[in-house]
């Protein structure tokens, strides 16, 4: 009897330090919980524009949980702001690889292609983030870019309507201000 009551409480002690509950009450392993610290740590360095510091604070949370797609995605994102663009499009598609329904990494690795001139593969990202995300309105407005770039104005004035429509309005209201995506096409988008 002792035996077992010993058994029982340390199988307790094991399984409560292998996992532990989440703000939205599922069971997250303890690894994830320490990446997600990482990672938020990271994000704080990112904002402040230290990304030196935010890349070291992102590699803690792969190390930690080397299939965590937000992690790698954001790893990404600090290397793209510091112009090192092999490195984001290797973390980005980390990302996807790691949660091939990430929409936002999808849109990142879009940029990077875009921002090397890559614009098929930057359109066939952004596509591939409206597909599986029609409400993100962040590769509407890009794609919009690229097609507005490449001289598919009317491709370029549907998209900029609908990342408007999604929150997004920045790139149509300059545009409309410059007489490009006027009010009437607006009316004439169906969505």
């Known amino acids: 009897m002792l035996l077992r009551n010993l058994f029982i409480w340390l199988s307790i002690i094991l399984f409560a330090g292998c996992a532990a509950t989440s703000e939205y009450g599922r069971t997250v392993p303890v690894d994830m919980r320490s990446a997600e610290n990482f990672n938020k740590l990271g994000n704080d360095y990112f904002i402040k524009g230290q990304y030196d510091l935010a890349i070291i604070e992102y590699k803690k949370a792969i190390e930690t949980f080397p299939e965590y797609a937000k992690a790698h995605s954001n790893l990404g994102y600090a290397h793209f702001e510091m ?33 090397r001139g890559e614009y098929d593969r930057a359109i066939s990202d952004y596509n591939k983030a409206i597909e599986i995300d029609p409400n993100l309105a962040k590769p509407y407005d890009n794609r919009g870019t690229v097609y507005m770039l490449t001289g598919e104005s009317e491709k370029a004035c ?25 009010l009437d096409y607006l009316v004439m988008a169906d969505f």
């Open 158 to 182: 549907t998209d900029f309507v609908r990342a408007c429509e999604l929150g997004e309005c920045s790139t149509y209201e300059m545009l409309k201000k410059d007489g490009f995506c006027n």
């Open 83 to 115: 112009r090192q663009y092999d490195f984001a499009i290797a973390e980005f598609t980390k990302a996807i690889k790691n949660d091939p329904l990430y929409a936002k990494a999808y849109n990142n690795r879009g940029l990077v292609f875009f921002t």
